[in-house]
T-cell receptor, first 113, second 109 residues
C-alpha cells in the first residue's frame, strides 16, 4: 500500500538532546513537508522540500533542521536550540510544486522533559 | 500575510447537521480544502472545491464557497459519532498550504 510512515509514534527526550523524527513516503511524490501542531494553534509549517537536495524554511524553522537526500525520505531534527519542542509533528507529501493536495503521515508525539 | 480563521469548537446532536465555517484573506486561491483529523492521527483529505464553484456535494458533505466574502463552509448532514474530530480548512499559499486553527466537532449521542 502506498502511504507515508512516521516513526516512532511516541518519542521522549531529555532537554538539551537533539532528536531526529523519521518520515518516509512511497507515493513517488516530489514535495514533502513538516508541520508542528499545538493545541488551539492548528498546523504551522516548519520546513518543506519541493525536490531532492533542496528545502526551504517555513514559518517556524528556528531550532529545527532537515535533509532531503532521497526522494522518499525527509527527516526532521529537533535541536536543543528549539525552546518548546514538545508537540505533535506531522509529515506530509504532495505530487509537486503547485500540487496542493497533501497527504499526511500518522504523526509523532515528541515529549521533552 | 495569509490568515485563515475558524471557530475552535462546535457541538451537535447525533442526526443533526453540522456546519463548520472558515474565512480566509488571500483571494488568489484556486482550490480550497477541508481536512479531518481524528484523535492522535494525521490529517485526512475530506473534500475540496475549485474557486470558480459555489457549491460541491459529496454524499453527506456539502461545501459552500462565497468568494466575494472569502467564506468557506462545510456542512455534514446526519452527523454521526464517528464524525467527531478536528476539521481544518486549508488554502494554497506559495508552494504549500496554509491551515486554519481547526474546529473541534463533538457529536453528542
Amino acid at each position: 500500500d502506498g502511504g507515508i510512515t512516521q516513526s516512532p509514534k511516541y518519542l521522549f527526550r531529555k532537554e538539551g538532546q537533539n532528536v531526529t523524527l523519521s518520515c518516509e513516503q512511497n507515493l513517488n511524490h516530489d514535495a514533502m513537508y513538516w508541520y508542528r501542531q499545538d493545541p488551539g494553534q492548528g498546523l504551522r509549517l516548519i520546513y518543506y522540500s519541493q525536490i531532492v537536495n533542496d528545502f526551504q524554511k517555513g514559518d517556524i524553522a528556528e531550532g529545527y533542521s532537515v535533509s532531503r537526500e532521497k526522494k522518499e525520505s525527509f527527516p526532521l531534527t529537533v535541536t536543543s536550540a528549539q525552546k518548546n519542542p514538545t508537540a505533535f509533528y506531522l509529515c506530509a507529501s504532495s505530487m509537486g510544486q503547485l500540487a496542493y493536495e497533501q497527504y499526511f503521515g500518522p504523526g509523532t508525539r515528541l515529549t521533552v522533559t | 500575510g495569509e490568515d485563515v480563521e475558524q471557530s475552535l469548537f462546535l457541538s451537535v446532536r447525533e442526526g443533526d447537521s453540522s456546519v463548520i465555517n472558515c474565512t480566509y484573506t488571500d483571494s488568489s486561491s484556486t482550490y480550497l480544502y477541508w481536512y479531518k483529523q481524528e484523535p492522535g492521527a494525521g490529517l485526512q483529505l475530506l473534500t475540496y472545491i475549485f474557486s470558480n464553484m459555489d457549491m460541491k456535494q459529496d454524499q453527506r458533505l456539502t461545501v459552500l464557497l462565497n468568494k466575494k466574502d472569502k467564506h468557506l463552509s462545510l456542512r455534514i448532514a446526519d452527523t454521526q459519532t464517528g464524525d467527531s474530530a478536528i476539521y481544518f480548512c486549508a488554502v494554497p499559499r506559495a508552494n504549500n498550504l496554509f491551515f486554519g486553527t481547526g474546529t473541534r466537532l463533538t457529536v453528542i449521542p
